[in-house]
């Protein structure tokens, strides 16, 4: 079975610093990687998304992520953090042949002090 | 705004109270998902139903009870809970496909006393 490590539960910057929460799963055959966001109180928004071609992917808000399939990663990358990134980000792939089910990372809690 | 409309936000019920929890989507989709959140834990899966078809049960108790209508509507019927099924309930649909994004509703936030 596919499983997803995100190895920073806690991650603490200031506003303008630069984002980079790690990834990596487990899975030997074709993947599919998402990044969602959970703001505070809110549903699970889909950040990005890699399927194939490019292994750097651009999503909203201005992250990006990039698939390094030598490593079983996916990192999810921001230049320049704002207070309003403040949220539980969580890594997941989907690796069931057939089906869209997700398996999840144990997610990052990302609080940005202004 | 998500697509995927869940009803009650919020759900107080006894351990002996039978209660329900709706979700409906107008994307199109034939895939349907229940998944259950703890706090400061990732979704996990509980059910998948595929053409109003369930098509994978994790092992999920009996006392939760999956139901889908028609291609638009996915409910969970709630018996006999424990306080340890407090949680968020997530639904979500996609495309049936393996590799489609997942919509997730807002949630129903249930507390079992």
């Known amino acids: 079975a596919q499983s997803v490590s995100q190895h920073n539960h806690h991650v603490i910057l200031s506003e303008a610093a630069s984002l980079e929460l790690g990834c990596n799963y487990s899975?030997?055959?074709?993947?599919?990687l998402f990044w969602y966001v959970q703001y505070p109180g809110q549903h699970l928004q889909l950040l990005l998304k890699?399927?194939?071609?490019?292994?750097l992917v651009k999503g909203i808000k201005g992250f990006e992520a990039e698939f390094i399939k030598s490593k079983f990663s996916f990192n999810l990358r921001k230049p320049s953090v704002q207070w309003s990134d403040t949220a539980e980000y969580f890594c997941?792939?989907?690796?069931?042949?057939?089906?869209?089910?997700?398996?999840f990372g144990k997610g990052t809690m990302l609080l940005v002090s202004p | 705004d998500t697509e995927v409309t869940q009803t009650p936000k919020h759900l107080v019920m006894g351990m002996t109270n039978k209660k329900s929890l709706k979700c409906e989507q107008h994307?199109?989709?034939?895939?349907m998902y229940w998944y259950k959140q703890k706090a400061k834990k990732p979704p996990e899966l509980m059910f998948v139903y595929s053409y109003e078809k369930l098509s994978i049960n994790e092992s999920v108790p009996s006392r939760f009870s999956p139901e889908c209508p028609n291609s638009s509507l996915l409910n969970l019927h709630l018996h006999a809970l424990q306080p340890e099924d407090s949680a968020l309930y997530l639904c979500?649909?996609?495309?049936?496909?393996?590799?489609?994004?997942?919509?997730f509703g807002e949630g129903s936030w249930l507390t079992v006393v």
């Open positions: 899975y030997g055959g074709t993947v599919n």
């Open positions: 997941a792939v989907n690796a069931r042949s057939g089906y869209s089910t997700l398996t």
């Open positions: 979500a649909s996609s495309q049936l496909e393996s590799g489609n994004t997942i919509y």
């Open positions: 890699y399927f194939s071609g490019d292994p």
């Open positions: 994307m199109g989709h034939r895939a």
